[in-house]
């Protein structure tokens, strides 16, 4: 395998790992709460307005622990095969 596409390929399944933890967390927030709890990073967003053109630029993530026990799953199964 070539080492870009192997490269995006990590890339890709810890994404899918980070969404499919996140929907855990948030559907069993009420029964498990602890897998809840996390933090938000990024950046609000900026508007640039050139008249014509309006860019509005911004980043925000939410992190919650059941999203890092499913990139630690994604990472043991990736280094398996």
Do not use: C, E, W
Request: no cysteine; aromatic share 8%; hydrophobic share 60%.
């Amino acid at each position: 395998m070539r080492k870009t596409s192997r490269g995006l390929t990590i890339l890709l399944i810890l994404l899918v790992a980070l969404v499919l933890g996140g929907i855990i967390g948030d559907v069993f927030s009420k029964s498990i709460p602890v897998l809840s709890y996390g933090k938000s990073i990024g950046f609000d967003a900026v508007t640039i307005d050139l008249s014509v053109l309006q860019i509005v630029l911004g980043f925000q993530m939410h992190i919650n622990i059941a999203g890092i026990i499913g990139i630690l799953i994604a990472l043991f199964i990736f280094r398996r095969f």
